[in-house]
């Protein structure tokens, strides 16, 4: 069916995530960081010099917390096209929004103009950007999240280093192993009071946080609220606006008991640690005899219009023919439905010489497609010469009065060329972005360095049509403006013979519907199609406007904005074929749904795991509960299926059963079940994913962040990765543990504690465990330092369940003594069939708490004017940075 699944088409070679940082660290300066504005942001100069003083602040706070290692050299601000053209503004090079650090960007809904960053990975690994607002950049709210430049550095931190937030909203206190409340916070060194305010009106009355009968903390409404004058110097992670906190928590300052994501997804180590085993602090050694770095240089950049040259590979091979049909297929549907209206596009194929068949003709309708697609070469011959067909992309851009800075190649090779590190000083000094798109083992493998020193997007795609296509389709525009870029609902190839009709289903929903396209190729003979909208009206094959190049394709446009709901197709033949849809945004005032996805690693030596990470959202509104399958396939065409869990504990949700010594290609698909209904409430990710950000403020109702969602379908592509050193027999069980758990609770349940957590797999999160494995200590540095010595629960009575599953399970501490404020600690580790066990998970903690039988704690009554209490909230607020 071909609609009942959202597919994500990936094959990531040597690709660095959905974003590719250009930043580099010399001599202690950070150099490329790009800061992008949204087109859709109106046009403010006031932004620009704002961004200029909250990067210039920034880097002499971030110099002083990193005692002397680290600042910005020189930052590059992309204005968008939408914006009035000035002289000071240059052309960008491999800049773009979608690879920008950070963006400026309207605010997510349901968390307003808190900045944020966005963090799929674990501890140590780099973010996908910080995003900040207009209005946190124009507004003067220093009182409600202190100043910018040193916000600008806690969101660097996340960012650059992949380290976390050290408070918790959902757990703002706990009980220590000292027996008292504390905040969540670090350091412990940070002083302030508890309490709850309540305003009315003009006044407001604070009393003490009375102590709750369920939990023995604090009542849900207590609030920690920092002394204003503090000695404290940690810790950024924390609350980096008060004004003594200069610093990263420590080894010596971190505290290890607080239940936050720092100490949940680091092992309890400080960010500072962190930070120190990052690649950046190896490099470099702090500047002596520096108060402060020199202040940060700056360039503005934007983009007249977008500029794309095909150079594609016309030489000879076993499957010339077939080859020329596929990828005339390919670039056809590229150039009619993917490539954005009013862009240049050009063509120069090549084989052993090149020639240029269009210069730079712009998109403006149909008869400036067909200027181009009369040109696809019809016969192939000759060797393959690389830089040839490059240095004649470059000439037919420069020939159209055009720079090739910021220009975009998209070269397709399945030739063998040894000679392409010939032509790397041109192609750098160039500044053009290169996308390729090898075909097969034989294509150069020099590509991946083409692609890689220019920012560009590299695919593996099989031979067939289906996967070209989808490697085309993922060459999109990388200005951030969503609402222009062609979107696919549906890749897939079918073979028919022996079946009759074939049927499938692909939902429209009402986020999308313009310039909607539906495409049927073959191999040899056209099939019979009826397609039906969800009104009942029927196309059939007459509809269907066939290509007259010859190259099997046919495609039908939907008339105006295609209805929303299920289309039916029907299709029969007795050849493979494939049936490829694709559309708009229905509106420019309306996001669309959109799909992205991306590896963990690109090259990979085993048995270092790879994870996949996707996401489906509205804008920056994420959508929650799609079923994520990722089909994995090797260059000989096998195939592994995995299902990607949207659960948030960590896992690592690809377990690849690799076969091969020798470096081997893999190429990914990511599927997704989408017909039903979402709420935009949340990420969807595969394997570890977060979204790092400041809490909400203001106080966003629910309903107003939920956006209900009718059935859809997505599509996207990406590239591939290598793995390489893999057992030859394919048996995984004797190198890979299950999977670290990270969502170990636990609680008292009568005289029983009650333990909760989600299964991992046999290997990885793939299968089933063979056995845990608890341990439990009434001191918490046994159970951390010495997990082996500490108590061994009675685990005969728990049977695993399957990888993804909630487990639960109760037990009776019987060699200890239980009494009211007994607190135990607890930690669970699996173990597999050949005995390899997982990492100990986090420590749990489960509180034996007796109610008393009524409260001793009066209020305390206490009334303070409005403009003290305004004192109180900026305090309080201050605390989730």
């Not at 049509?465 to 979107?487: E, N, T």
């Not at 903690?845 to 008393?852: G, L």
């Not at 303070?864 to 004192?871: E, G, K, Y």
């Amino acid at each position: 069916m071909l609609g009942l699944k959202a597919t994500l088409f990936l094959t990531l070679h040597l690709l660095q995530g959905v974003r590719s940082s250009m930043v580099n660290l010399n001599n202690n300066g950070y150099e490329g960081m790009v800061i992008a504005i949204n087109p859709s942001v109106p046009e403010d100069e006031k932004l620009i010099q704002s961004i200029k003083e909250i990067v210039t602040e920034a880097s002499t706070y971030l110099f002083q917390a990193t005692k002397g290692r680290f600042y910005f050299r020189n930052v590059s601000i992309l204005i968008p096209t939408t914006w009035t053209s000035k002289p000071e503004y240059l052309m960008p090079k491999q800049e773009t929004y979608d690879h920008a650090d950070v963006i400026v960007a309207d605010p997510h809904l349901k968390y307003g103009d808190d900045p944020y960053t966005l963090q799929y990975g674990q501890c140590g690994d780099q973010g996908q950007y910080i995003h900040f607002t207009p209005n946190f950049l124009l507004t003067d709210n220093l009182s409600i999240y202190g100043p910018r430049g040193r916000v600008f550095v806690h969101e660097w931190a996340h960012l650059r280093w992949g380290v976390f937030d050290e408070y918790n909203v959902d757990r703002p206190f706990y009980m220590s192993t000292r027996n008292t409340i504390e905040a969540t916070r670090c350091s412990t060194h940070i002083t302030g009071k508890n309490a709850v305010s309540d305003c009315q009106g003009g006044s407001c009355i604070t009393r003490q946080c009375r102590r709750s009968n369920v939990t023995g903390l604090y009542e849900p409404k207590c609030t920690f609220i920092p002394d204003k004058s503090q000695t404290a110097k940690e810790s950024i992670m924390f609350m980096q606006n008060l004004d003594s906190v200069t610093e990263f928590c420590t080894e010596e300052t971190h505290n290890t008991e607080a239940p936050n994501l720092q100490n949940k997804m680091c092992n309890r180590r400080s960010t500072w640690d962190v930070i120190k085993e990052s690649a950046d602090f190896q490099e470099v050694s702090p500047m002596t005899g520096i108060e402060e770095p020199p202040h940060p240089t700056f360039s503005l950049l934007k983009s007249k219009q977008r500029v794309v040259v095909l150079v594609l590979d016309k030489s000879g091979s076993e499957d010339g023919v077939t080859r020329l049909t596929r990828m005339n297929q390919a670039a056809e549907l590229y150039l009619i439905q993917i490539i954005e209206m009013g862009s240049l596009v050009g063509m120069v194929t090549f084989d052993s010489s090149a020639k240029t068949e269009n210069n730079l003709v712009r998109i403006i309708n149909d008869t400036a497609y067909l200027e181009i697609t009369t040109h696809l070469p019809q016969q192939s011959s000759g060797g393959t010469s690389i830089c040839r067909g490059l240095k004649e992309a470059f000439q037919a851009i420069t020939s159209s009065n055009q720079s090739t800075s910021g220009s975009e190649i998209v070269l397709l090779t399945d030739g063998e060329d040894n000679s392409i590190s010939l032509c790397f000083q041109e192609v750098k000094q160039s500044g053009a972005i290169i996308h390729t798109i090898a075909l097969g083992p034989s294509a150069a493998k020099e590509l991946e360095t083409l692609q890689t020193m220019t920012g560009g997007r590299n695919f593996s795609p099989q031979k067939d049509a289906s996967g070209l296509i989808d490697a085309f389709s993922g060459i999109s525009s990388g200005s951030g403006d969503i609402s222009q870029q062609a979107l696919q609902l549906e890749s897939k190839a079918l073979n028919a013979a022996g079946k009759g009709w074939l049927n499938g289903t692909v939902p429209v929903d009402s986020t999308i519907g313009n310039d909607t396209f539906f495409v049927v190729t073959w191999a040899t003979q056209k099939p019979e199609i009826v397609l039906q909208d969800p009104k009942g009206k029927q196309y059939t094959a007459s509809d269907f406007k066939e290509d007259k190049l010859n190259i099997q394709s046919a495609r039908l446009r939907i008339p105006g904005i295609a209805e929303v709901g299920l289309f039916f197709i029907f299709t029969i033949n007795q050849f493979v074929l494939t049936v490829t849809v694709t559309t708009r945004a229905r509106s420019p005032t309306r996001l669309p749904v959109t799909a992205t996805a991306h590896m963990s690693q690109n090259t990979a030596r085993y048995p270092s795991p790879v994870i996949v990470y996707a996401r489906v959202s509205q804008g920056f509104l994420p959508v929650l509960g799609a079923n994520v399958t990722a089909i994995i396939e090797s260059e000989d065409g096998h195939q592994i299926t995995l299902e990607l869990w949207d659960n948030g504990v960590g896992n690592r949700n690809l377990n690849l059963k690799f076969s091969h010594q020798i470096p081997y290609q893999y190429f990914l698909c990511v599927l997704m079940n989408c017909l039903k209904s979402y709420k935009m409430s949340g990420v969807i990710f595969g394997g570890v994913g977060k979204i790092t950000l400041n809490p909400v403020r203001p106080e966003v109702q629910e309903e107003e962040a939920e956006v209900e969602l009718e059935d859809f379908s997505r599509l996207t592509s990406g590239g591939s990765f290598i793995v390489s050193g893999a057992p030859p027999n394919g048996n995984h069980t004797l190198m890979l543990p299950p999977s670290k758990i990270t969502d170990f609770e636990a609680k008292f349940n009568g005289e029983h504690i009650q333990l909760t957590w989600t299964a991992p797999g046999n290997v990885l999160d793939k299968g089933k465990v063979d056995s845990y494995i608890i341990k439990m200590s009434i001191c918490f540095l046994d159970l951390q330092n010495d997990f082996d010595n500490a108590d061994l629960v009675n685990t005969s009575g728990l049977i695993p369940k399957e990888a993804g599953s909630q487990e639960i399970f109760e037990f009776k501490p019987e060699t200890f003594k239980v009494e009211n404020g007994t607190r135990f600690y607890i930690a669970i580790r699996a173990n597999n069939e050949a005995n390899l066990t997982s990492e100990v998970s986090n420590i749990a903690q489960a509180i034996k708490f007796i109610p008393p039988q009524e409260s001793s704690t009066p209020d305390l009554g206490t009334n303070i004017s409005a403009l003290s209490m305004t004192i109180f909230g900026f305090v309080a607020i201050l605390f989730i940075f």
